[in-house]
């Protein structure tokens, strides 16, 4: 069992004007389930107008793939609306449009139909009849309220107009009147000041003269080379970077000024009368004010990748600033050597008084030497032994030789008594000899002092005479390391750009001054409009 599909059924409306009036005309009801057949159209042509879409379906393919967007749609349905064609959709009234010859894209038709508009919505509201009963889509009532004339209707298009060029050019003169209070801000606060500071740098400044120096600061080389990680920065920039700083910031300091103005007259050549004013310092200035300046004229700079000092000396003429850069270079000089002074002093220092200590030990060795070997009236202990020893060899000889002789004597049948005693008294009085030599050498008869005990005390003085001798050998060993290791902590400034008075004026740069002045106030200027929109904003919320 099949069901008649049923759907709601619509009011069909005719096509309204622009002016706002709107002819509603209740068309009568359609069934969609109804026999298309039967469906008559109520103005002519609107059949014959379907049989020729049905017949050129090849014609709105072609259309439809042109890419045609709404708003052109609906455009050329209102265009086919006013030649009062009859069209069933949108491409269909392009394509009844072209077919008369009528191109509803151009510029003309568009503008015909905004003209044909205009005409309409002067006319009064009627209600005409409608030529044609089309489904057409529905607008929204536009929210915006006509602005009433005085005599109470609607406006025209000439007082429209009218009305539009008013708020025209009242949106033109705000403009301008921003534009021109823009500009009169940007002259007060930005154009004036630097056309100011222009007239001064090319005008009024005095020209100073710049003196460029170059110079390194180096550390004696070692002989024997240094070990662990001392010898891996030794030569390199590294090795003296604390001294180049350390200089840096001696020559940046206000004890330079204080020197510089002292023996060079830093405050008397910036105080000259022809020197302009802002540069110029005021008569008895302060050390204070003077430092200012010579912040401002003295500026060094120190590369630590190749430990180079870069130097440039300001002046007013080009002598005075290489005065001045000389002697501050001189000035670098004696800090540098200033730097490493109490170090090699307080090495040199202990050298010196170790030496001192070892050689005072060792004349006190040598005089007690020879004290020893005057008391016992002996130069050499062992030498005297010696002499003793060889006394006694000879009498032994000669002993030995007697009791030979006294055997030779003693063995004949009768000997002769008095040779026998003879020689009996002389071995006697050998071995007596030999006793008393042999009795010298270890002790001595009248002082009771042995040789051995004389030898011993000779001895001792001589070993630590020879002792204080080598201690004495020693600390002039580390004397002299001392002073080589004190010569290594030297530190000496090279120059690799000698100071040279130029001969042009390097300041002011006027040009660039001036823009970079332009700069600040635009920046300043434009900081501040932002923090002045910032708080107008925060207060009208």
Do not use: C
Not at 251 to 277: C, N, Y
């Amino acid at each position: 069992m099949t069901t008649k599909l049923k759907a709601r059924k619509f009011r069909i409306r005719s096509g309204e004007t622009l002016g706002g009036a709107r002819a509603a005309a209740v068309d009568p009801e359609i069934d969609i389930d109804a026999d298309p057949s039967s469906i008559k159209p109520e103005t002519p042509g609107i059949g014959t107008d379907q049989q020729a879409s049905t017949g050129s379906d090849s014609d709105m393919d072609a259309i439809r793939r042109e890419g045609l967007t709404g708003r052109q749609l609906r455009m050329a349905r209102r265009i086919a609306q006013k030649h009062g064609l009859a069209v069933t959709s949108d491409f269909d009234a392009v394509r009844q449009l072209r077919a008369r010859g009528i191109d509803p894209f151009e510029r003309s038709s568009i503008l015909e139909l905004v003209s044909s508009s205009n005409a309409q919505s002067n006319l009064p509201a009627t209600s005409p009849e409608p030529s044609q009963q089309l489904p057409q889509t529905v607008q929204q009532q536009s929210r915006e309220v006509a602005r009433p004339d005085t005599t109470g209707g609607p406006l025209s298009a000439e007082r429209r107009a009218s009305e539009i060029q008013k708020i025209q050019q009242d949106i033109v003169r705000r403009r301008r009147r921003k534009l021109m209070s823009l500009f009169a801000r940007l002259s007060v606060f930005v154009l004036l000041p630097t056309f100011v500071m222009g007239v001064y740098y090319f005008v009024y400044a005095t020209p100073m003269y710049a003196t460029k120096s170059e110079f390194v600061i180096q550390q004696a080389q070692s002989q024997s080379g240094a070990s662990g990680i001392a010898g891996l920065f030794q030569g390199t920039s590294l090795a003296t970077q604390a001294d180049a700083v350390a200089v840096q910031s001696y020559l940046t300091s206000r004890s330079a000024m204080v020197r510089l103005d002292e023996e060079e007259g830093f405050k008397e050549h910036f105080g000259q009368a022809w020197i302009d004013p802002i540069q110029r310092l005021p008569e008895d200035a302060s050390n204070e004010t003077a430092y200012k300046v010579y912040e401002n004229h003295v500026k060094i700079g120190y590369d630590p990748t190749e430990g180079i000092l870069r130097m440039e000396v300001i002046a007013a003429d080009p002598e005075t600033s290489q005065r001045f850069s000389e002697a501050l270079i001189s000035y670098a000089e004696e800090q540098v050597d200033q730097l490493t002074q109490r170090m090699r002093e307080d090495q040199m220092r202990g050298a010196d008084q170790s030496y001192e200590k070892a050689e005072a030990r060792r004349a006190e060795a040598l005089a007690r030497l020879l004290q020893i070997q005057t008391e016992l009236q002996v130069l050499s202990p062992d030498s005297e032994a010696q002499l003793v020893l060889t006394q006694i060899s000879q009498l032994e000889t000669r002993r030995q030789d007697k009791i030979l002789e006294l055997s030779s004597l003693q063995s004949v049948a009768r000997p002769n008594e008095a040779r026998v005693n003879a020689v009996q008294n002389e071995i006697a009085s050998l071995q007596n000899s030999i006793t008393s030599l042999r009795s010298e050498l270890t002790e001595q008869a009248d002082t009771g002092v042995s040789l051995a005990s004389k030898t011993t005390e000779l001895r001792t003085a001589e070993e630590d005479y020879q002792f204080q001798v080598g201690l004495v050998q020693q600390a002039l060993t580390m004397m002299e390391t001392a002073r080589l290791e004190a010569n290594r902590q030297v530190r000496y400034l090279s120059l690799g750009v000698e100071p040279i008075a130029p001969d042009d004026p390097t300041y002011p740069r006027a040009f660039e001054n001036t823009l970079v002045s332009l700069l600040i106030f635009a920046g300043i200027y434009l900081m501040l409009s932002l923090t002045v929109s910032i708080l107008r904003e925060q207060v009208t919320s």
